[in-house]
């Protein structure tokens, strides 16, 4: 089935895009950068990068992490980093409504290569 994905480009800050995001909704879920990171196939680093990535297009935290140490660390996401999931979200739910019948149309017109 044909589907979109989204990228938002803050220029010229950066962008934001289904990956972030999906990064952002797994550190919620685990409460930890670094198993988020790992739930995605990435390391820890490149985790941190996306996030501070995020900080600063925006100018502020996305994510509260706390060190390691005799009670543990974690992570989790600010009010604004809540925010910014739940409106990309909101975002690629209207603008997948709203392109339906276009998506739909082009997945009706694949065809297979055998039949030419």
């Known amino acids: 089935m ?11 800050q950066g962008r934001i895009g289904p ?12 409460g930890s950068i670094s198993a988020a990171g790992r739930s995605m196939k990435m390391s820890y680093r ?8 995020l900080g600063h297009i ?3 935290a996305v994510v509260i992490s706390q060190a390691g140490g005799r009670h543990g660390g974690g ?13 990309y979200r909101t975002i690629e739910r209207v603008t997948a409504q709203a392109a ?4 739909d149309f ?11």
């Open 2 to 12: 044909a589907s979109l994905s989204i990228r938002i480009d803050i220029a010229p």
């Open 19 to 30: 990956g972030k995001i999906a990064l952002l909704e797994a550190i919620a879920r685990t």
């Open 46 to 53: 490149r985790a941190w990068e996306l996030v501070d990535e």
């Open 58 to 60: 925006f100018g502020r």
């Open 75 to 87: 992570a989790q996401l600010t009010p604004f980093g809540e925010e910014l999931v739940a409106r």
């Open 100 to 103: 339906r019948a276009h998506l």
């Open 106 to 116: 082009l997945q009706a017109e694949i065809r297979d290569p055998a039949e030419s």
